[in-house]
């Protein structure tokens, strides 16, 4: 079966270009979780975690049985920890610091709630960033671009230039797999034009 659109439960613009680019229409949905890490949880797990609650949530603030509601969640991870999104500019300056002349991993799930349960995808991609000055890192953080992303940076924007090598998705990158959730929204019955 076929619906016109799906919810989407994120603020994210980047979230709704990347479903457009593949033709899929969305409507917002609020969905506020709380996004902790759990102790010892894995960045797959934390991915996977958020993006079934975001999803779930506004399935449940909507009472319907009608369209689906596709969340969906991205961790930055080098060493072992998760690099959320910065909480000031002192914060990104730290994270591109940390990330400058070494790779990291990109961890973004797609989780699609419908009437009868929740399936999630992640992908895992590998990105690494070539060596940044002190001042290049003072220059994106001042552009405002780091600013609510994971990882203090996005690879759609300025840096861009940062990136000299990626494994992986480069829409999971940006915060949605557009494999995964064309496969996901195939398996709910839903048309994905892209992917038809």
């Known amino acids: 079966m076929s619906a016109p659109f799906v919810w989407l439960a994120s603020q994210s613009p980047r979230r709704r270009e990347l479903l457009a680019q593949i033709g899929v229409h969305w409507r917002l949905v ?13 960045a797959f797990d934390y991915v996977a975690r958020l993006a079934r609650a975001k999803a779930e949530a ?4 909507l009472d319907t049985t009608g369209a ?27 994270m ?3 990330l400058s002349g070494r790779v990291h991993e990109v961890y973004s799930a797609v989780a699609l709630a ?20 002190a001042a290049q890192r003072r220059a994106y953080v001042a552009s405002g671009e780091a600013a609510g992303k994971a990882g203090a940076y996005a690879i759609q924007g300025r840096a861009a230039a940062f990136v000299h090598r990626l494994e992986g998705s480069y829409s999971g990158v940006m915060g949605l797999p ?12 839903l048309s994905v034009p892209a992917g038809d």
């Open 114 to 133: 419908t009437a009868v349960g929740t399936d999630c995808r992640v992908s895992v991609s590998r990105v690494w960033f070539r060596a940044l000055t």
């Open 58 to 61: 506004g399935r449940a603030s």
């Open 178 to 189: 557009l494999c995964e959730t064309a496969e996901l929204l195939s398996a709910a019955g």
């Open 96 to 98: 591109l610091a940390r």
């Open 30 to 42: 609020a969905a506020t979780v709380d996004e902790t890490a759990l102790a010892g949880e894995s």
């Open 68 to 94: 689906p509601v596709l969340g969906a969640d991205t961790a930055v991870v080098i060493d072992g920890a998760i690099l959320g999104k910065p909480v000031d500019g002192a914060d990104a300056l730290a």
